[in-house]
């Protein structure tokens, strides 16, 4: 099974950063940290085989996220937003292809009107990249550029507790003529996936808890 993100270490240091930025931007004490673990279903993802020209898919699976948030002020907050599916590519030849898609945006969120509780929509989005890896067999790891679009609802639990569910929309683009998961070894460069498509589209539903302090 493959490793998170190798670069996650340094992504959540800026994470920290990009919080501490913010906090002091604010200039007083009102800011509020967030943190939300989210478990969810992830769908979607199409390609074409150059090979043979058959759509190959990646299989609709649970998916797991983490969310840092800072709000500085009322109904807008900075967020730094990851999550990880382990799924595979079906259709493709010879056979179906273990991988892992991972996403890692940094954006914020929006709320949609000032309504009093029990409901709150919001508005969220981001932009990142988006890491493709075979869990499996040797290959290389891409990272791609990708952004997100979330709609979501928040429902106070307690003072420092609230329900959240939300659905995001991601978009990663790729090359014409994109080729995944390649290794070199002494015949040349052996790639298990050769795809023509320029972006790769999934959907996200996704429910968590946010605490806050």
């Known amino acids: 099974m493959r490793k998170p993100w190798k670069g996650l270490h340094p992504a959540a240091a800026l994470a920290a950063s990009l919080l501490s930025a913010a906090a002091w931007a ?3 004490d009102s800011i ?6 989210w478990v969810g279903y992830r769908f979607g993802g199409h390609l074409e085989d150059s090979a043979s020209g058959e759509s190959v898919r990646l299989e609709a699976r649970t998916s797991f996220a983490l ?9 807008r907050e900075y967020e730094v937003f990851y999550s990880r599916q382990s799924t595979r590519f079906e259709g493709s ?10 996403y890692l945006h940094i954006g914020g969120t929006l709320d949609l009107t000032d309504a009093t509780p029990p409901f709150r929509p919001y508005l969220a989005g981001g932009l990142g990249l988006t890491r493709l890896a075979p869990d499996g067999p040797p290959g290389r790891e891409d990272d791609r550029f990708s952004l997100s679009l979330a709609l979501g609802m928040r429902l106070p639990l307690t003072p420092h ?3 959240r569910l939300e659905g995001r929309g991601f978009v990663t683009f790729l090359d014409t003529g994109t080729s995944l998961f390649c290794r070199s070894d002494q015949g040349g460069a ?17 429910a968590g ?5």
């Open 190 to 206: 052996l790639c298990q996936l050769r795809a023509q498509g320029s972006t790769l589209v999934q959907g996200q539903v996704l």
């Open 67 to 75: 969310a840092l948030s800072a709000r500085t002020e009322p109904g």
């Open 161 to 163: 507790l609230l329900a």
């Open 93 to 102: 030849r010879p056979g179906p292809i273990d991988a892992v898609v991972e």
């Open 209 to 213: 808890v946010t605490l806050e302090f």
């Open 26 to 28: 604010d200039g007083d």
């Open 32 to 37: 509020t940290y967030g943190v939300t673990p």
